[in-house]
């Protein structure tokens, strides 16, 4: 009797220490989040300047605002968002680039205990697409701002609607194109202004003189180029006749006009 006595005194001891720790654990733990609650409410430590650098197409002001409501408010009701500790930067981040189309990285960096700096790295444009308005697109023909119209950019047309932001000319093809209008505007000893796409993958390539060819944009590119060498080349060119256009659409069949010409 008495060992079994015993072995309930041992089990009831080995409860009541459990619960204890149990316990402590729950004291030990909300008084860590009081303190923790308390401390970052600390006004030194509250984010009271955030500075935008690095944007041109975006707007600065824009992100700043964007930032700063969402240092806002607290996580899990009273760690503040405004603690420089605990602000939220890669939400912030994700954010920025999401909404802004013309960004393409974003570095947020603590500056002080009161301060942050948002660095973002823009798109780069390398020409125009135009409808009524005019839009930068970057290399992978990605449009990420309305802009004015530039004289310093090749111009692009058709394919997307009028307001293409956040969308991609010519479905990764972009490149190609570049590529096939800087090849045949160096043959044709001209400069490229305007390049007009429609849906069947034909391509008028307008030059700044006035002159422009057509040319289909999956034809091999060796036997666009060697035609285009013939005709711009050729006796009547070199005896000072003006091409007015050139029509390279139909395989061996090439159709040229000249100024004067019927």
């Not at 309930?8 to 860590?32: D, G, I, P, Q």
């Not at 430590?45 to 041109?56: C, E, H, N, R």
């Not at 096939?180 to 030059?207: K, Q, R």
Request: aromatic content about 10%; charged content about 25%; some cysteine.
């Amino acid at each position: 009797m008495a060992k079994r006595g015993s072995k309930k005194s041992l089990k009831e001891r080995r409860r009541r220490a459990l619960l204890l720790t149990s316990v402590l654990w729950v004291v030990f733990v909300l008084s860590a989040l009081v303190f923790i609650a308390v401390v970052t409410r600390i006004p030194d430590t509250k984010i009271a300047s955030i500075s935008v650098s690095g944007a041109t197409y975006a707007n600065p002001h824009a992100i700043k605002v964007l930032a700063e409501g969402m240092v806002e408010g607290t996580h899990l009701f009273l760690i503040p968002r405004s603690h420089i500790a605990f602000a939220p930067l890669g939400d912030i981040r994700e954010e920025i680039e999401k909404t802004f189309p013309s960004v393409r990285d974003v570095e947020i960096r603590r500056t002080s205990l009161r301060s942050l700096s948002i660095a973002v790295v823009e798109e780069e444009p390398i020409a125009l697409w135009c409808s009524e308005t005019c839009f930068f697109m970057n290399a992978d023909g990605y449009v990420f701002a309305e802009t004015r119209l530039e004289n310093d950019y090749v111009i692009y047309k058709g394919l997307l609607e009028n307001r293409p932001i956040d969308q991609v000319y010519l479905d990764g093809a972009f490149p190609t194109l570049v590529d096939v209008v800087s090849d045949v505007s160096a043959v044709a000893g001209m400069t490229p202004s305007v390049v007009s796409v429609d849906s069947h993958g034909d391509v008028n390539l307008s030059f700044t003189n006035g002159v422009y060819v057509l040319f289909v944009l999956d034809d091999p590119r060796d036997a666009l180029l060697e035609a285009v060498h013939s005709i711009f080349t050729s006796e009547k060119v070199l005896a000072g006749r003006r091409i007015e256009y050139a029509d390279f659409r139909f395989g061996n069949k090439i159709f040229v006009k000249f100024e004067g010409e019927e």
